[in-house]
T-cell receptor, first 115, second 116 residues
Framework: NAGVTQTPKFQVLKTGQSMTLQCAQD?????MSWYRQDPGMGLRLIHY???????DQGEVPNGYNVSRSTTEDFPLRLLSAAPSQTSVYFC??????????????FGSGTRLTVV | AQTVTQSQPEMSVQEAETVTLSCTYD???????LFWYKQPPSRQMILVIR??????QNATENRFSVNFQKAAKSFSLKISDSQLGDAAMYFC?????????????FGQGTTLQVKP
């Protein structure tokens, strides 16, 4: 089925460990982005991409890296996990230009716990 | 910078009644999009309704409708004939129409409880 595939769904890390959250879409969307969701703060933008080879920082980029070598994939890397990175992470994608009626497509989220 | 504010952390409604969730935003732009997303316990983000700022007519989707007040920068969501399945967290979100980044700006969220 067309959509955004985000893995893993759950992850527990120890402080200092690194990991990569995977995000893949098969809709040929130009825009892809990563958000983190924390209680009382809504979803905040970590990094985003407007196309293959082009990425930029969002509101809360510290401690995270991204790359976009293909249109389909947009992985998020935690370099050295910290308890402050305990959160739920969402990948989202959309077409560029004016927003279409179906808006954005979100992945199913990753609940990350750093101990 | 644009901001989105949802001032109601929690709301409750009796089944079959009507409830309104509030959202205000701040922007200096005239062309933008506003969204309401529903997040049930499954965590999935589901688009409920969207509004284009240049359209004066309020968007509706079945039992869901918005009251879009552009001058007041207000975008409330009305849920009519509330159902148990409407219980979820609801997020208001903004996107600039002139943006070439696709960035969404979210409010803090409102948790809606539906009482049988």
């Amino acid at each position: 089925n067309a959509g955004v595939t985000q893995t893993p769904k759950f992850q527990v890390l120890k402080t200092g460990q690194s990991m990569t959250l995977q995000c893949a879409q098969d809709m040929n969307h130009e825009y892809m982005s990563w958000y983190r969701q924390d209680p009382g703060m809504g979803l905040r933008l970590i990094h985003y991409s407007v196309g293959a080879g082009i990425t930029d920082q969002g509101e809360v980029p510290n401690g995270y890296n991204v790359s976009r070598s293909t249109t389909e994939d947009f992985p998020l890397r935690l370099l050295s996990a910290a308890p402050s990175q305990t959160s739920v992470y969402f990948c989202a994608s959309s077409y560029s230009g004016r927003v279409r009626p179906d808006g954005y497509t979100f992945g199913s989220g990753t609940r990350l716990t750093v101990v | 910078a644009q901001t989105v504010t949802q001032s109601q952390p929690e709301m409750s409604v009796q089944e079959a009644e009507t409830v309104t969730l509030s959202c205000t935003y701040d922007t200096s732009e005239s062309d933008y999009y506003l969204f309401w997303y529903k997040q049930p316990p499954s965590r999935q983000m589901i688009l409920v309704i969207r509004q284009e700022a240049y359209k004066q007519q309020n968007a509706t989707e079945n039992r869901f409708s918005v009251n879009f007040q552009k001058a007041a920068k207000s975008f409330s969501l009305k849920i009519s004939d509330s159902q148990l399945g409407d219980a979820a967290m609801y997020f208001c979100a903004y996107r600039s129409a002139s943006s070439n980044t696709g960035k969404l700006i979210f409010g803090q969220g409102t948790t809606l409880q539906v009482k049988p």
